[in-house]
T-cell receptor, first 114, second 112 residues
């Protein structure tokens, strides 16, 4: 069965610092990969997605992620953190032939210090 | 364009009761997915409906059930509520041929 692992349940950065949230997936076949953000008491908002096109994917709010098949990774980065980036981030994979079913990682809570 | 809407936003039930949660997908989206986000358990896939049929279900007991109506809206029913069912229930819809899921704001179910 496919799985997603997010390293670090909590990451804290200073405003203006680099944001790096790690995600590894288990799959013998490159799946579709997603990063979602969740603000308190809200649903999930799509940040970006990888669907076998370009390996470097740019998303909203200045975030980007790079698909590395050799490392089975899809890490999320942002060059300069803003206070408004504080939220919980979820990496997810859609296995082949299961429609749009999402398998989520455990989530990483990002804190941004002034 | 209206997004995915869920109702109610909050629901408080007593253990043993039944809860009904509703979801209206984005116009034109035919697939509806339900997820449970319980404290400490992360986001778990519950059910997938497409064209009125249940296509897949996650590792949940049969007291979690649902249906999809001809207009593609969906209901999630949870029978014989247990305290552990307290969670945020998220609905997502996906258009045909696309894998990007659009999420609603969720229903916060509290079982007391």
């Amino acid at each position: 069965a496919q799985s997603v692992t997010q390293l670090g349940s909590h990451v804290s950065v200073s405003e203006g610092a680099l944001v790096l949230l790690r995600c590894n997936y288990s799959s013998s076949v490159p799946p579709y990969l997603f990063w979602y953000v969740q603000y308190p008491n809200q649903g999930l908002q799509l940040l970006l997605k990888y669907t076998s096109a370009a390996t470097l994917v740019k998303g909203i709010n200045g975030f980007e992620a790079e698909f590395k098949k050799s490392e089975t990774s899809f890490h999320l980065t942002k060059p300069s953190a803003h206070m408004s980036d504080a939220a919980e981030y979820f990496c997810a994979v859609t296995p082949w032939n299961q429609g749009g079913k999402l398998i989520f990682g455990q989530g990483t809570e990002l804190s941004v210090k002034p | 364009e209206a997004g995915v809407t869920q109702s109610p936003t909050h629901l408080i039930k007593t253990r043993g009761q039944q809860a009904t949660l509703r979801c209206s997908p984005i116009s034109g989206h035919t697939s509806v997915y339900w997820y449970q986000q319980a404290l400490g358990l992360g986001l778990q896939f519950l059910l997938w409906y497409d064209e009125g049929e249940e296509r897949n279900r996650g590792n949940f007991p049969p007291r979690f059930s649902g249906r999809q109506f001809p207009n593609y809206s969906s209901e999630l029913n949870v029978n014989a509520l247990e305290l552990e069912d307290s969670a945020l229930y998220l609905c997502a819809s996906i258009p045909r041929g696309i894998v990007e899921a659009f999420f609603g704001q969720g229903t916060r179910l509290t079982v007391v």
